[in-house]
Nanobody, 119 residues
């Protein structure tokens, strides 16, 4: 059984930064891609960024490129989302995901952590 537990959410002013963390327990092997999604109020859930097992390949949605960075520490079974230059439109519940099934599709989901950016 795979469990994902997010932390690091909160409230920040526009232009500020936050770092989300996601601790993974259970299966962690070389096929275990991970990433982040988000869902804003009244909107559909959207892909934010993903990373492969080695960290050599990342993928981001256009709206966060150059501002957000996904990284991982396999020794700690943890994936991170560093968010800089935050905007009000980044306000959402952020979900950690793991077990890549295909392009921007994942098997396992965390419970989510709220990020609120005030303008």
């Amino acid at each position: 059984q795979v469990q994902l537990v997010e932390s690091g959410g909160g409230m920040v002013q526009a232009g500020g930064s936050l770092r989300l963390s996601c601790a993974v327990s259970g299966r962690t092997d070389s096929t275990f891609g991970m990433g982040w999604f988000r869902q804003a109020p009244g909107k559909e859930r959207e892909f934010v960024g993903g990373i492969n097992w080695s960290g050599s390949t990342t993928d981001y949605t256009d709206s966060v490129k150059g501002r957000f960075t996904v990284s991982r520490d396999n020794a700690k079974n943890t994936v991170y989302l560093q968010m800089n230059s935050l905007k009000a439109e980044d306000t959402a519940v952020y979900y950690c995901v793991a077990g890549r099934l295909g392009l921007r599709s994942y098997r396992y989901w965390g419970q989510g952590t709220q990020v609120t950016v005030s303008s």
